[in-house]
C-alpha cells in the first residue's frame, strides 16, 4: 500500500491536509495523526472493518482494547452507557488533555474496538490537529499508539514513519509530542477508580478530584499472558528496542563503576543529562535527573536511538517513581521485562 504523508503542523494553515485525513477516515482508511501523548493509529471508531485493519497494521493481539477518542463533551453520550459524577469531575478537570477513562461501553460501540469487554475507553485529546481531525471527520476515532506492536511508541512523525509506511493509508506529519508519554488509563467501573496505566496526570491528581485511586498490580509487576487483567495491554511485552535493556538502581557513582566493568562493544548507557561525559562507553540521555516530564518527553525517542546505536545492551539509570516518574518507570520497567539490577 502507498501511504501518502501530509504536513499538518497548524490547524488552521494545514486544513486541506486535515480535510484529506478526515476523508480517509470516513472512507473506513487508517491515518496516524500526532496528540500531545503520542502519535495514534485512527481509524472509524464505529466502523468495524476499519478498525479490525488497526489490528492488523499494527500487528497488535485481538484481545487488546483500544481508546476512542472524541473532540468535545458533546461525542460522549452515544459512546457509553453511564458518565457518573467522578467522570463529569475528572472530565471538567483535565480534558482536554491526557486522560484516558474507562466506562460502561453502549450497544453504538463495535465490541471489537473494545476486545469484546462490556467497557470503552475515552479520551479528548488537547492536541489541535487531534481535534479538529475528529470533528471534521464527524465520527468517534479509535486509536492505539502508531507503532508496531511491541516497539516502543512514537513520539516524533519520523517513528509512525519508520514503523507503518507501506501498512497505513497516511500519515499526518507534525511536530514532536509534547507530553511523550500514553495518557493515563483510570478505570470507572466499579465503585473506586483503579489506575491501569499510570501518565503525566497523576494517582495524586486524580485522588484530588475523585477519592482514592486503586493502583493496578500490572503497573508495577509482569503479568502471565494468559492471565485475566483490568487492562489488557499492560500483560504484553511493551516499548522494547532490539537491544535488551536493564535498569540499574543506585547513585551515580555506583552506576559509573558499574558501567565501567560491564564496558564492551554493543554495551550502551542510558543516563540522565549531563551525566554522559563522565561514562567510558557510549550513552543517550533522558531529561535531567530532577524532572520526570523531561525524561517522560524523551523516554521513547531514547529507546528509538539507541536501536540506531547498535546497541545490543542498555544499562539504563532507574528514574525517580514519584509523581510524572511513576509513569516513566512503568514504561521503562516494561522495555526491562521487570529486571532490575540493584547496586
Ligand atoms: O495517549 C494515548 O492513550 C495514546 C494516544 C494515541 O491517544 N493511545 C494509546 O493507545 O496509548 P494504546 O492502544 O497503545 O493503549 C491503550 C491502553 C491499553 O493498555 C489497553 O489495554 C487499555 O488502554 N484499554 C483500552 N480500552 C480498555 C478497556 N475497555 N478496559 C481496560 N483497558 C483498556
Ligand atoms: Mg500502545
Known sequence: MDTVILDAFDEKQDREAIAAAAQV????????????????LGADALNVDAVRKIFEAKGRPQDNPLIVHVSCLDEIPPLVEK?????????????PGPLTMILPRSERVPACVSAGLKTVA??????????????VSGRPIAAPSANLSGRPSPTTAQHVIADLSGRVDMILRSAPCTVGLESTVVSLIEEKPRLLRPGFITAEQLSAVCGPVEMDRAVFHSVAGDAVVHAP???YKHYAPHATVKIVKGDFDAYCRFVTEH????VVAMCFDGEGKSLPIPFVEYGHEASPSEQAQQLFDVLHRVDELGA????A?????????????????????FEVIEL
Open 25 to 40: 477516515i470516513r472512507r473506513g482508511g487508517l491515518c496516524a495523526f500526532p496528540t500531545e501523548t503520542v502519535y495514534g
Open 83 to 95: 458518565f457518573d459524577s467522578r467522570a463529569v469531575a475528572l472530565a471538567k478537570q483535565f480534558w
Open 122 to 135: 475515552i479520551r479528548l485529546p488537547s492536541n489541535p490537529i487531534a481535534r479538529a481531525l475528529i470533528r
Open 233 to 235: 495491554g499492560m500483560k
Open 263 to 266: 564496558a564492551a562493544p554493543g
Open 312 to 315: 545490543e545492551v542498555v544499562y
Open 317 to 337: 539509570r532507574c528514574p525517580s517513581c514519584k509523581g510524572v516518574g511513576l509513569a516513566v518507570a512503568n514504561r521503562l520497567f516494561k522495555a526491562a521485562g
